[in-house]
């Protein structure tokens, strides 16, 4: 089978950073990147790189950012003509800070069927500020809250979990039924949702492992909360159901692939950070049937060293047998990944 029938069974989605992000948050997997509007007609020309080989694109104008330009209701549109047999999502994601200053955006919200957003909380306001990387944030995330739920779209409160914050985070909580949200929104049919939970390790996440909550401190009246806590382990635990483990641990796509495309065209897999042992290719710098063809059979640097160390190896080497951070054992297998890789790689 060759590239374009191979290519013709997936469906790809083709997520770009056309605009950018009005935040720098700290837990950011995909990593900070500046913010550099691209030229026009760069949306159409993405496209048409894959249209030859794909049947079904799903193409988003955003990677970091919904919404992050003014014309985003023209944007929307644009976003759905250029997919070819497939139409993208609106998922529980929005602007929070494009909610605070343009009146028009919830209705616009509501108009393409958003039933809920999530809100992203790092404790309470001098913590979150501080973590987003804006002053005010806290303070839009509160108005923006009361904005969706006036407007029948339920607000989704995410809190990431570390050592500094937990008591914080104990003190959201408690904000959070202050303000009667479970019951402001049951009023319009909806669920008001609480979570926690510490995202993966890497990005600029990976920069918060001296912070990384332990197991034990977690709190109590937390734990109700905490995203996958049955499966949570510790450090040291991980370690030790890793040791003398023989398997590889290798990213594979399924019947979907999605790619990440930075705003100078680097395209990356939706596996983890956007570093250069990761990158696929350049779109305007590589050969285009031999980028597609890196995408189709996966071959690029990360995921062939991968294949080349197994995961005892890279808990014997990268592994903490005395910490009890907490971690979901596929996350920290990517954590040990990417200290291998970096290693090889510099």
Not at 130 to 147: D, I, N, Y
Not at 159 to 170: G, Q
Not at 270 to 276: D, E, I, S, V
Not at 281 to 301: F, Q, Y
Request: glycine share 6%; proline share 3%.
């Amino acid at each position: 089978m060759n590239i374009r029938e191979k290519a013709a069974e997936k469906d790809l989605v083709l997520t770009v950073d056309m605009y950018g992000c009005p935040n720098r948050c700290r837990h950011c997997w995909l990593g900070h990147m500046p913010n550099r509007k691209m030229e026009d007609g760069a949306d159409e020309w993405i496209v048409d790189c894959f249209r030859p080989y794909f049947k079904r694109i799903s193409f988003y104008s955003w990677l970091r950012e919904p919404d992050f330009c003014d014309d985003y209701r023209e944007r929307w549109q644009r976003d759905i003509a250029l997919s070819v047999q497939k139409v993208p999502e609106r998922y529980e994601l929005a602007s929070f800070w494009r909610i605070v200053r343009d009146p028009e955006y919830v209705p616009f919200l509501k108009e393409v069927g958003v039933k809920a957003v999530q809100l992203t909380f790092f404790g309470l306001e001098e913590t979150t500020d501080r973590f987003v990387g804006r002053t005010g944030a806290f303070r839009e995330l509160l108005q923006a809250t009361k904005l969706l739920a006036a407007n029948g779209i339920a607000p989704r409160w995410q809190a990431f979990l570390y050592e500094e914050n937990k008591e914080e985070i104990v003190e959201l909580l408690k904000l959070s039924e202050e303000l009667h949200l479970r019951e402001r929104c049951r009023g319009f049919g909806a669920e008001f949702r609480f979570f926690v939970h510490t995202g993966s390790c890497d990005g600029e996440n990976r920069k918060q492992y001296d912070i990384w909550i332990r197991k034990e401190n977690i709190p109590e009246a937390l734990i109700p909360f905490y995203s996958g806590y049955e499966s949570l382990l510790t450090e040291r635990e991980c370690c030790e159901r890793l040791r003398g483990d023989t398997m590889h641990w290798v990213h594979h796509n399924g019947k979907e692939i999605v790619l990440l495309i930075s705003n100078t065209c680097d395209v990356f897999f939706n596996f983890t950070h956007m570093t250069r042992e990761w990158k696929i290719g350049n779109l305007k710098t590589d050969d285009r049937e031999e980028l597609i063809r890196r995408v189709v059979e996966e071959d690029i640097p990360a995921l062939n060293l991968a294949g080349k160390v197994t995961l005892g190896e890279l808990a014997a080497r990268y592994g903490n047998p005395e910490s009890d951070r907490a971690f979901h054992l596929n996350d920290y297998k990517d954590y040990l990944l990417n200290r291998y890789l970096e290693d090889v790689c510099s």
